[in-house]
């Protein structure tokens, strides 16, 4: 099978920087199987490429390659890291972006040289590329920088259980149906309180009518706030941040 690189920024496709960071993977590891995940992370957003990194990672087959790139530190002290993690490779910035990878025991990571030549303000070309053309190519991940111990930054506060057992979460992201999906695992039954009012969690969509709020847990066992057939960030003013509530039923 070809080695298979993936791709996921937040370049979009209006200019040219993926299609530079392509040339240099193809040039480098010419037999990889090149997957574009999306470029349309919003500029800057880390912390939803990072639940994007999450939902696919571990969805392809070992070996894979991950180059995830939404690195608004790019030139400074951050690290460049490389990671391996049950059978895959992970390579970006050290600014959380890696972390579902990272959090896993077993997980290795190096820290890759910056060459003196990089531009400092396209790592992705000059110095993340090239290391996820290496993997591809089966060099081994030891060889490409120095180990580092857990160089994990973690951009979500966890969920708190407060006494009465009611557990006090927060919007972590907006997807693009405005869905409110919050860093509430496993709440499957009860009600959430969100933007002032409480709203049934349900098994899906369907189960209320439209135009109607509900909580249902998603794909990634998170739960997500969502109004049917429309918007919640819209209809409930549900931005990152907001504070949500559950009630276990």
């Known amino acids: 099978m070809r080695p298979i690189i993936t791709l996921l920024t937040d370049f979009g496709t209006a200019d040219g920087y993926v299609a530079e960071m392509k040339g240099v993977l193809f040039s480098l590891a ?14 800057h957003d880390v912390e939803l490429a990072r639940l994007t990194v999450a939902r696919y990672w571990r969805r392809f087959p070992s070996g894979a390659v991950h180059l995830a790139l939404v690195d608004p530190g790019v030139g400074t ?12 490779y992970l390579v970006g910035p050290d600014n959380g972006v890696l972390s579902p990878a990272l959090l896993l025991p077993g997980a290795r990571a190096v820290a890759l040289p910056v060459p003196p030549t ?17 993997l591809a190519m089966g060099q081994v991940l030891d060889s490409l920088g120095v180990a580092v111990d857990a160089p994990l930054v973690r951009r979500t506060k966890e969920a708190v259980r407060r006494e009465d057992g009611a557990v006090v979460g927060e919007v972590i992201a907006i997807d693009r149906f405005g869905n409110a999906i919050t860093n509430l695992l496993g709440a499957r039954s009860g009600v959430v309180a969100a933007a002032g009012r409480p709203i049934p969690i349900r098994g899906t969509y369907a189960d209320v009518a439209p135009g109607a709020p509900v909580a249902i847990s998603g794909s990634t066992g998170l739960l997500e706030i969502a109004v049917r057939e429309g918007s919640a960030a819209a209809s409930l003013g549900l931005v990152r941040g907001a504070a949500v509530v559950w009630y276990r039923g």
């Not at 010419?30 to 999306?38: A, T």
Request: hydrophobic fraction near 45%.
């Open 30 to 43: 010419p037999d990889s199987e090149i997957v574009d995940l999306s470029h349309d992370i919003p500029a």
């Open 118 to 134: 990089a531009a400092r303000t396209f790592h992705g070309r000059d110095v993340f590329a090239p290391a996820a053309a290496a």
């Open 77 to 88: 002290a951050r690290a460049c890291l490389a990671v391996e993690s049950e059978g895959r």
